[in-house]
């Protein structure tokens, strides 16, 4: 399996423009993690989703961010408008129901917005 | 409150010493601990984790980690470290009420040759 794949690996964009960054689980994961890491705050849970729904959302920063999972293949997490302290690495997680525990992480989109 | 502290931000060792990475938790109830490793540019990768029973645990890489209840501690061990083990390395306990992961701040690993 190719693992947790995640595009793209390094982003930078203006402040006030829209980032999309996106994921795609191991195949056959029910559950799948949002995570972001930054110096001052270290690894910080987004939301997670399970079989696609949207479960615990209750790390997301504020309105300006939102994520989605279409399906078991994809998700999305979306800034809209970005801002310079939203500069971050943001990974993406998988894992097994009987197992949540147990992520498999993606790579990391490395966020910079000027 | 449920916390997770790695003491040592950062730790210098050099290649074939042993390695000890110190991590202390609090946590109300049985702790499910856990230790990560995280390689420059990569994701975190899951090196060994706890649940329950013998409190000394075989992980990847020959890392070894011991459950000490009595010191809320996990520390991570290597006898005899190599240069691809510079890394950072996560301590975490995991909730599964919540399915959420507290980690500690993490330790940076650099290995002299």
């Known amino acids: 399996d190719a693992g947790v794949i995640q595009s793209p690996r390094h982003e930078v964009t203006e402040m006030g423009q829209e980032v999309t960054l996106r994921c795609k689980p191991i195949s056959g994961h029910d559950y799948l993690f949002w995570y972001r890491q930054t110096m001052m705050r270290g690894l910080e849970l987004l939301i997670y989703f399970n079989n696609n729904v949207p479960i615990d959302d209750s790390g997301m920063p504020e309105d300006r961010f939102s994520a989605k999972m279409p399906n078991a293949s994809f998700s999305t997490l979306k800034i809209q408008p970005s801002e310079p302290r939203d500069s971050a690495v943001y990974f993406c997680a998988s894992s097994l129901a009987n197992a949540a525990y147990e992520q498999y992480f993606g790579p990391g989109t490395r966020l910079t917005v000027t | 409150a449920q916390s997770v502290t790695q003491p040592d931000i950062h730790i210098t060792v050099s290649e074939g010493a042993s390695l000890e990475l110190r991590c202390n938790y609090s946590?109300?109830?049985?702790?499910?601990l856990f230790w990560y490793v995280q390689s420059p540019g990569q994701g975190l990768q899951l090196l060994l984790k706890?649940?329950?029973?013998?409190?000394l645990v075989q992980g990847i890489k020959g890392f070894e980690a011991e459950f000490k209840r009595s010191q809320s501690s996990f520390n991570l061990r290597k006898p005899s470290v190599h240069w691809s083990d510079a890394a950072e390395y996560f301590c975490a306990v995991w909730a599964p009420r919540t399915y959420k992961y507290i980690f500690g701040t993490g330790t940076r690993l650099k290995v002299l040759a």
């Open positions: 946590y109300g109830a049985t702790p499910y």
């Open positions: 706890y649940f329950s029973g013998d409190t």
